[in-house]
């Protein structure tokens, strides 16, 4: 009864986030932003039976409040991608050492971007047969903010932007659910409820595999105008995450034996919004993923076998 009274109302309290995005005010954007969390919680917390349950009071409770589609897409959006990432998460599987090895970080990234890419798949197909299209719907989205500019070069700076839009939602939605999955996790060590020990973003390793999504989206992308021109820019961006918190991960390794490591750490977040700095580390990490430059990790090691139970 316990089990289910904490999923229950950790789906009520997602759901109510959920809805704070409609209310006016910041505070409402923060609320909505960590909506996952308590999803993220129960699933990595009480395991798969609990994130279920969770996920599906979002559901009956957005459906009342919003309607059936966007209880829908609240599901489709964070409840199922939550459920595949906690259940891939306690994956684990014992070495003849009779150590338990868990399901490596950086496949639960490969993961995360290809739901990421899924949900672009079906957004360009669904629009395509109910509606105008991936960028005509971008364009109406963006048009009461278009008139409201009132210069014309800041309209057509605005609308210039449209074929990175998805990008940027795409990315969002990454940084997004990695933000409130790892703050869950560290909550639940914190309090000693957690099923599966924290990853480290040093020990990321990705499979030389995920190159191939990155090399089909630079081949859209060279498509100057239109569906090809959007998607391949989109692909892109989702593809090169992985890479940049691999980069990341090997600035981690690299700075955590010196003593000044925190200020280093401190400036390099501090400045990450300057973009020739992400670009930098993302390049570091996919010339490491070609070059193989880590040393294998057990825990990179095939999938796991066997899920322990919570």
Known sequence: MKFYLIAVAAGLISGLFQGAAILPGFGALILAYIAPLPLFLVGLGLGLQGTLVAVSVVGVLS????????????????????????????????????????????????????????????????????????????????????????????????????????AFFAVSWIF????NGALAQGLLVRFGQNLRPSPKLAEIELPLAWMGLLAISVFLASFSDGILDVVGKTLAAISIVPYFLLGLGLVHRLVQTWKARWFILFLLYSLMFFWPLPATIASIGLINSVLRLQRPGQSEKGDGDAEREG
């Open 63 to 166: 459906f009342p409040l919003a309607g059936f589609t966007y209880a829908i897409i609240q599901i489709l959006v964070y409840g199922l991608p939550i459920v595949i990432l906690c259940r891939q998460a306690l994956f684990s599987r014992g070495n003849r050492n009779g150590q338990v090895l868990w399901y490596p970080i950086g496949r639960l990234l490969v993961w995360l971007a290809g739901i990421a890419v899924t949900g672009l798949l079906f957004a360009i197909v669904g629009l395509e047969i109910f509606s105008d299209g991936l960028i005509q719907y971008i364009k109406d989205m963006i048009q009461p903010v278009v008139v409201q500019l009132p210069l014309p070069e800041q309209r057509e700076m605005l609308l210039s932007f449209i074929n990175y839009l998805p």
């Open 176 to 179: 997004g659910m990695i933000f």
